[in-house]
């Protein structure tokens, strides 16, 4: 994947001219075009509290990247119990384990050459984390079971309302992970501090 110097950038200068950010929240005093470009291909990480769109606004990333017209895949990490989330990510080759009667492919591989989403990254154990560096450094990962790796072009979209930084301190998430999934960081307002855009009846 490219490598991009890390950003801080507000929720408007995420739009480039094709995004009219007043379409989505109806705001008319909201800029039309800003400076960057929804089109970067390098990992998003976007930060903000629970409710604040986060889902929304990576789905725009999406819709006004060149993968667009390719697969879009979410992954809700705290909704996939620990013991399964390696073989969801990843998928698993047949025989692989018990229960494993047919091969299954991953949500990394079924978003190849499209956008993978991964909601609320920081539930995510420190194995699964190092897999996923993986696929950020050379494109390559490994199901269960398998003896050779394989390649996959996918972007990589990341959610949290936690404190990533804070983890990594306390020893709960990669540091390296932590700067390959932040190359452009988006800091999403909570609603209170977006309370004009809304309109009430």
Known sequence: ????AQQNLSIFAICSDECDLRTI??????????????????PYSLAGESGTG??????????????????????????IPHSLIESELFGYERGAFTGAYATKRGRVELAHLGTLFLDEVGSLDMAV?????????DG?????????????????????????????????FRLDFFFRINAVTIDLPPLRQRLRIYRFW
Do not use: Y
């Open 54 to 79: 986060k889902d929304i606004f990576a789905k725009l990333l999406h819709a006004r990247s060149n993968r667009s017209k390719a697969a879009w895949v979410k992954v809700t990490c705290p909704a």
């Open 140 to 172: 390559t990962f490994m199901r269960i079971g398998a003896q050779e790796s394989r390649r996959v072009q996918t972007r990589l979209i990341c959610a949290a309302n936690g404190n990533l930084r804070q983890q990594t301190e306390d020893g709960s």
């Open 129 to 137: 984390q190092a897999k996923l560096l993986q696929v950020l450094q």
């Open 25 to 42: 929240t109806n705001d008319d005093s909201c800029p039309a075009e800003a400076g960057a470009d929804c089109r970067i291909e390098c």
């Open 1 to 4: 994947m490219a490598q991009a």
